[in-house]
């Protein structure tokens, strides 16, 4: 099965040829007829090759089309990540949306964007027009650069690259380091959208399990050795979905094993605007040695804006850069990078985020307390940020609760979407700012009655 | 080799683990030692493996990253196509690009842009704040499948989907159906971005001659048939670099080669908006069975503002979104797809393409008298567009003449940069649009008297 998959992979056997008798591979091989006959039985079952009756075996057509929702284990349609995540964006305005991840719009500084998009309408021609420069706008990238710098983080400008988003950030990443079947670690539970994205490279995924303070160290020093994955990728700051914070202690330990192993690390920095102070960050630890940061201005900003970042080793971004060219002829739309610009240097902006924290510090405490009426437990109350990670009452499965919320108009986002290891059935992330509407507590109760106890 | 490799691939063999003896793989194996050796050496010779003094043989550490100026047969850099991409996209404003692939900003209609943006600035703050609907918003894909009706594509809404940009369509494509090692067919000459994709992707790069009238249909039949490609992505309206235009007789014929062989077609109709009177369409005949039509407004519009779009059956369509969202968190941005349908619907956006013709034929007919005066003359005099395909005086390399040039500030994109098969050293492309400067041709002039004859 090894040579024959090795030689159609190098195409020394091409679509349609026929591939050697089963006498002629079994001598080639040194092994019996019998278990050539099972082998390529096995590589037809597997759709590799086909038989013809009476002619052989072939090399079948085409492999089939990447299809996501069918690489991995068959999930429960409540549990697949596109799932939850097509049903949040495609949602109607009626319906209510705790498990989405994002902020409602009357929560964001659209008064800050109607101007960005009035002084945007006097800038130069070219920017109007252009594809602009591979990097992004020099002046977006050093209003960047400052404000990493103060944060511990040394990136010059050319140290950083602007994307279409915080995803494709990732995405970039992975297609410069991440070959399909090489391993790639993220934490247990994590943004469910990093499995998504790793499934989309064929990667292999291996998780750790996640503690209040970071990774499990323990665990994280075994799988590592264990699996010697090529990526880490995670939030330091306000992990997602569990609102939990990596400590100084974890961070120094998950560089050094990570040094040890020659892996890289992904630091996803797009919920650090939401912390009441900066908490331990890898990139600042480690100098933009073998971690990258990325992020995006999606949660405080604007998601219909896109632009994303990455801040790396410069000769990592040069690569970086290639890739982008070929995948998207340039990074993020001039224009959306000049209304990011904008709407940062707006007075207003500073204001908004004091505003944002306070008023998601009242919607944290207040949707605690009701669905702690309804028996749903904060795992940890996070330091900030939208999301509480939640344990449900003993018995209640939370995909099935999920369902049932469905038919009453309200997307749920079930644990085990976030869960490699698919331990988290009792648990459900919440979105404390899509909460305001006292219905959503009521088709959780009833959900929540309705499930087997 | 191939044993070993197969095991590395399936992670049997991991990073760091040491690989069986040489006497014991060889009995493994039923092969001489001597064979062993060999085949190590050469495992070692391109880094998958190395040999530790006095302990044999181990799998390396990890595979290199993706760097992709070092895939594929190594290019002089003047015909490396990233960058010809990255002189053009980083240029300083100083210098002339008339090998680039856009309008200069003063042709695009950027007052529309403009009312576009203050329009925008009035909209509902859902638009300004959130991700979106996966498939971009509705209205835009309302009016892009009337617009595609009464050029005989019968792409519903929903057998639209809005991307990034034309680039991200087509990679999104590539992700869908090609796999590592398969072989895509593209014309010769052809874009030269669509190598660096596919050289991104680690698909097998086939070309076949272009006509004046479309592929050479007897070397195609012969290509299809012996590689089997997976996919075939060309220009069939105002092709690039060349302006020719398919005919419909190639446009048959080209369908039925393809259905022959299973093969999936992508038609980038990027440049459809400048033809005088629509062309023949692989879409608008095959009926989007096995054509997929992808575009974008960023040669007629703003590049600055990204968006792309899919016509596909209504299956891939489905399975394309899922792709979208876990690679880029959604398509296009909903900010960037209103501007876009305002522009669109804004009257005087009829009026700028037909100003822009007119234009351009003016341009092409200028452009092409003075190169004639410097020796260089049109492969053949295309109906629309920016692009002149030329050949240089007898004797002359383009990659030389664009070495010269780059000296004096001036951006040329000689003609192997789109060749497969590196026959074009001859040629160069001329974007006629951006040629206003006399002094573009008084360097070109000295360029190609300093090249030997």
């Given at each position: 099965?090894?040579?024959i998959?090795?030689?159609?992979?190098?195409?020394?056997?091409g679509?349609?040829?026929?591939?050697?008798?089963?006498r002629?591979?079994?001598?080639?091989?040194?092994v019996?007829?019998?278990?050539v006959v099972?082998a390529?039985?096995?590589?037809a079952?597997?759709?590799?090759?086909?038989a013809?009756?009476?002619?052989?075996?072939?090399?079948?057509?085409?492999?089939?089309?990447l299809?996501?929702a069918?690489i991995g284990p068959?999930?429960?349609?409540?549990?697949?990540?596109?799932?939850?995540?097509?049903?949040?964006l495609?949602?109607?305005?009626?319906?209510?949306?705790?498990?989405?991840?994002?902020?409602?719009?009357?929560w964001?500084?659209?008064?800050?964007?109607r101007?960005?998009?009035?002084?945007?309408?006097?800038?130069?021609?070219?920017?109007?027009?252009?594809y602009?420069a591979?990097?992004?706008p020099?002046?977006?990238?050093?209003?960047?650069?400052?404000?990493f710098?103060?944060?511990?983080?040394?990136?010059?400008?050319d140290?950083?690259?602007l994307?279409?988003?915080?995803?494709?950030?990732?995405?970039?990443?992975?297609?410069?380091?991440?070959?399909p079947?090489?391993?790639?670690?993220?934490?247990d539970?994590?943004?469910?959208?990093?499995?998504?994205?790793?499934?989309?490279?064929?990667?292999?995924i291996?998780?750790?399990p996640?503690?209040?303070?970071?990774?499990?160290?323990?665990?994280?020093?075994d799988?590592?050795?264990?699996?010697?994955?090529?990526?880490?990728?995670?939030?330091?700051?306000?992990?997602?979905?569990?609102?939990?914070t990596?400590s100084?202690?974890?961070?120094h330990?998950?560089?050094?094993?990570a040094?040890?192993?020659?892996?890289?690390?992904?630091e996803?920095?797009?919920?650090?605007?939401?912390?009441?102070?900066?908490?331990?960050?890898?990139?600042?630890?480690?100098g933009?040695?073998?971690?990258?940061r990325?992020?995006s201005?999606?949660?405080?900003?604007?998601?219909?804006i896109?632009?994303?970042?990455?801040?790396a080793?410069?000769?990592?971004?040069?690569?970086?850069i290639?890739?982008?060219?070929?995948t998207?002829?340039?990074?993020?739309?001039?224009?959306?990078?000049e209304?990011?610009?904008?709407?940062?240097?707006?007075?207003?902006?500073?204001?908004?985020?004091?505003g944002?924290?306070?008023?998601?510090?009242?919607?944290?405490?207040d949707?605690?307390?009701k669905?702690?009426r309804?028996?749903?437990?904060?795992?940890?109350?996070?330091?900030?940020?939208?999301?509480?990670?939640?344990?449900?009452?003993?018995?209640?499965?939370?995909?099935?609760?999920?369902?049932?919320?469905?038919?009453?108009?309200?997307?749920l986002?079930?644990?085990?979407?976030?869960s490699?290891?698919?331990n988290?059935?009792?648990?459900?992330?919440?979105?404390?700012?899509?909460?305001?509407?006292?219905?959503?507590?009521?088709?959780?109760a009833?959900?929540?009655?309705?499930?087997?106890d």
């Amino acid at each position: 099965m090894e040579a024959i998959r090795a030689r159609v992979a190098r195409r020394a056997l091409g679509t349609g040829d026929r591939l050697p008798s089963i006498r002629a591979f079994a001598a080639t091989m040194a092994v019996s007829p019998s278990t050539v006959v099972e082998a390529y039985d096995r590589l037809a079952a597997e759709g590799l090759i086909r038989a013809r009756q009476g002619s052989g075996f072939y090399v079948a057509s085409a492999p089939p089309p990447l299809t996501l929702a069918e690489i991995g284990p068959k999930l429960d349609r409540a549990l697949d990540p596109f799932w939850v995540s097509r049903q949040s964006l495609d949602a109607a305005a009626a319906v209510a949306k705790p498990g989405c991840g994002w902020l409602p719009a009357d929560w964001m500084p659209n008064d800050a964007i109607r101007r960005a998009l009035r002084k945007v309408a006097r800038t130069d021609a070219a920017i109007l027009s252009d594809y602009g420069a591979t990097r992004g706008p020099l002046a977006l990238r050093h209003l960047l650069a400052r404000q990493f710098a103060t944060e511990g983080v040394d990136a010059g400008p050319d140290g950083i690259l602007l994307t279409g988003s915080g995803t494709q950030a990732i995405d970039l990443i992975c297609r410069f380091l991440v070959r399909p079947g090489e391993t790639v670690l993220v934490d247990d539970p994590c943004y469910f959208n990093f499995q998504a994205l790793l499934r989309a490279h064929q990667a292999t995924i291996v998780g750790v399990p996640y503690t209040p303070n970071g990774p499990d160290i323990e665990r994280f020093a075994d799988v590592v050795a264990q699996h010697r994955p090529r990526l880490y990728i995670t939030n330091s700051a306000l992990h997602n979905p569990t609102g939990a914070t990596l400590s100084p202690q974890a961070a120094h330990r998950v560089l050094t094993i990570a040094a040890e192993h020659g892996m890289t690390i992904v630091e996803d920095d797009i919920f650090a605007d939401f912390e009441p102070e900066p908490s331990a960050r890898l990139a600042a630890l480690d100098g933009l040695s073998s971690v990258i940061r990325i992020g995006s201005f999606s949660k405080t900003l604007s998601a219909s804006i896109r632009c994303g970042y990455i801040a790396a080793r410069t000769d990592w971004i040069e690569a970086l850069i290639d890739l982008q060219v070929a995948t998207s002829f340039g990074g993020v739309s001039p224009v959306a990078a000049e209304l990011v610009l904008a709407a940062l240097s707006d007075g207003s902006y500073r204001k908004h985020l004091d505003g944002l924290r306070r008023r998601l510090n009242g919607a944290r405490r207040d949707v605690a307390d009701k669905l702690e009426r309804l028996g749903i437990s904060p795992w940890m109350m996070p330091r900030g940020g939208f999301y509480l990670w939640c344990s449900l009452p003993v018995g209640c499965d939370s995909a099935e609760v999920a369902h049932a919320a469905l038919n009453h108009d309200v997307v749920l986002a079930p644990g085990n979407v976030f869960s490699v290891s698919q331990n988290a059935s009792r648990y459900m992330r919440f979105n404390v700012a899509q909460m305001g509407e006292p219905r959503i507590f009521e088709v959780l109760a009833r959900a929540l009655a309705a499930t087997p106890d």
